[in-house]
């Protein structure tokens, strides 16, 4: 731990692995090679493939297979460049021709999913006991699994032209906007104002000071309020979008499609989301506790991450990076292992930077690459359980990589369990050398990250949900409706421990999983509540559990392409 003010750190990654520029000629030579390929395919397997024999259906799913993975290998680079600097028109507009490139592939090979679900269930029950599919029958199965909800393959085929300038663009000026947004930020006693990135402003309100929490609350909201024409008419449109789209598929209700993806159903979610309601009042309960120990009449968001005691912790990178790695070896040498490659080969972008987008995030690429990590470090305790939580998605998807690509993609309820895992083996880790009073601070703010990713992402998700049924029922909304329905969902979750201003009404808006991952939020309630289970069982067997915990080195990976960091 450093007892003076540290620099950010220089660290940037290196994507060479995929292309080395915007210009790598290898780029276009794809694509164009691609293009025989796909023209190839559908002249082989078009109108054809209720007709296959189990061989025949595993030769073209796994070209199929091999199309997708080298497509996806230049819209990836573009969306990493973008991620690193979505203040860059140059990078903006190659991404958007990688992705219309990509959409071109996505409208030739539609056929070929349509006609899968359209095989009679009798014979695809007789197929896919044939050795020869024993590969793909996840895909066969959560492929067949969206048929109700398909239409015909023109209206498919528009659909996804239509996003390019429909909800992927939304999204992207989503990112700018929020990127390229600069924060006022007034230090109590200063004479002059600072400009911070959004990640720089929300660090602060972990301060202990609390001077500085108002401050930094002021600036955000005060930035947020800049956007908040902007921001709003983006949710609008996105919400109006997925409301047209969830009605001409038939959904039920707007997460239905993401209940289809991470593969589960409406009963298990409800169950989850009702029972973590059922126990808001422990987080009323710790936060009246809270309020006692910082001696405040009353708390408000501008607390709710405030430290118990004065003493600001900082850790460099590279001290991180030592407790990461010793935590993890402690548990296996395996995960050691896959996480040193990170540090070692370039693998982490940490560096703060105008322009970068906001949070964190670990990209699993392709299996035969290999995935990377962004986050914005920041020298603070909380970031370093951000780069574990980071490298718990990236050791998972290094181990993964033995899988092909079609069975490298998984669910993310599963996938955050990976995550969440390697947090606890570093608070654990941070926490045995630590003194008494700062065990009590340090356990403190894991009950409060704790209570961030199960009720305040249930919360959230509760939010969401009420938001676009609003939207389909109501017409469009304004910014202070939208607000509205935040305070609510939030300050259900705090009761009355904890009173959640005016100000914080706006918050609601620089939430990139609204945007660009419907419902994306209650999977990080399941990756906790899975862990903690799980976790509890590694102490209890102790050593021996770190093989059974390794599984998917032998079996079907259970992680996402890109996965975030909870906001």
């Not at 990076?321 to 292992?337: N, Q, R």
Request: charged content about 25%.
């Amino acid at each position: 731990m450093s007892a003076t003010k540290l620099s950010p750190p220089s660290v940037r990654w290196d994507l060479s692995v995929l292309f080395d520029s915007i210009t790598d000629p290898r780029i276009e030579k794809s694509w164009s090679e691609l293009a025989k390929r796909m023209d190839a395919f559908s002249k082989a397997y078009r109108g054809r493939v209720a007709e296959l024999s189990a061989i025949e259906l595993a030769t073209a799913i796994a070209e199929l297979e091999s199309i997708a993975q080298t497509a996806s290998k230049p819209v990836q680079f573009a969306q990493l460049l973008f991620a690193c600097d979505a203040l860059s028109a140059e990078i903006g507009a190659f991404m958007q021709g990688q992705i219309m490139k990509a959409s071109e592939l996505r409208v030739k090979l539609m056929f070929f999913e349509l006609e899968l679900q359209k095989v009679s269930a009798e014979t695809i029950n007789h197929l896919v006991n044939d050795p020869a599919l024993a590969s793909y029958r996840h895909f066969i199965a959560t492929t067949r699994a969206s048929s109700p909800f398909m239409l015909s393959e023109m209206e498919e085929v528009i659909f996804e032209e239509t996003s390019n300038t429909g909800g992927r663009a939304w999204e992207r000026f989503f990112d700018e906007v929020t990127a390229k947004h600069e924060y006022i930020y007034v230090a109590p006693g200063a004479d002059e104002a600072n400009i911070l990135s959004q990640e720089e402003v929300l660090t602060l309100l972990r301060d202990p000071n609390r001077e500085v929490r108002v401050a930094a609350a002021d600036s955000f909201t005060a930035g947020l309020a800049q956007m908040e024409h902007t921001l709003t008419y983006i949710y609008n449109t996105l919400l109006l979008e997925k409301s047209i789209s969830d009605r001409l598929r038939g959904h039920a209700s707007p997460e239905e499609g993401r209940h289809i993806s991470n593969e589960l159903t409406k009963d298990i979610v409800d169950i989850v989301v009702d029972e973590s309601v059922k126990q808001y009042p422990l987080v009323a309960r710790y936060y009246r506790v809270k309020r006692k120990l910082l001696g405040l009449e009353t708390l408000t968001h501008v607390d709710r991450y405030a430290p118990l005691f004065g003493a600001e912790n900082e850790y460099s990178f590279d001290e991180a990076k030592t407790i990461v790695l010793s935590a993890f070896g402690e548990f296996s040498s395996t995960l050691e292992e896959k996480a040193r490659e990170f540090f070692d080969k370039k693998w982490i972008d940490a560096e703060p930077r105008t322009g970068k987008t906001g949070g964190a995030f670990c990209s699993y690429l392709t299996p035969d690459t290999h995935p990377v990590v962004l986050m914005s470090y920041m020298n603070k305790d909380s970031h370093v359980g951000t780069l574990a939580h980071e490298l718990g998605h990236g050791v998972h998807a290094s181990l993964s990589r033995k899988q092909t690509y079609l069975n490298y993609q998984g669910t993310l309820p599963l996938a955050e369990l990976a995550s969440i895992f390697a947090e606890m083996l570093v608070f654990e880790k941070m926490i045995a050398g630590a003194s008494p009073k700062d065990k009590l601070a340090m356990y403190a703010d894991k009950i409060e990250g704790i209570f961030a990713s199960v009720f305040r992402q249930i919360s959230m998700f509760r939010f969401e949900r009420r938001a676009h049924e609003a939207r389909a029922s109501e017409g469009e909304l304004t910014a202070d409706q939208f607000g509205d329905i935040w305070h609510d969902e939030l300050q259900a979750m705090f009761g009355d421990s904890v009173e959640l201003g005016e100000d914080h009404r706006r918050w609601w808006g620089y939430v990139s999983h609204f945007v660009s991952v419907p419902f994306y939020v209650y999977a990080y309630a399941f990756g906790e509540l899975l862990t903690l289970a799980l976790y509890e069982k590694a102490k209890q067997e102790g050593p021996s559990f770190a093989t059974k915990y390794r599984w998917n080195d032998l079996s079907p990976s259970l992680s996402g392409s890109q996965l975030s960091y909870k906001p």
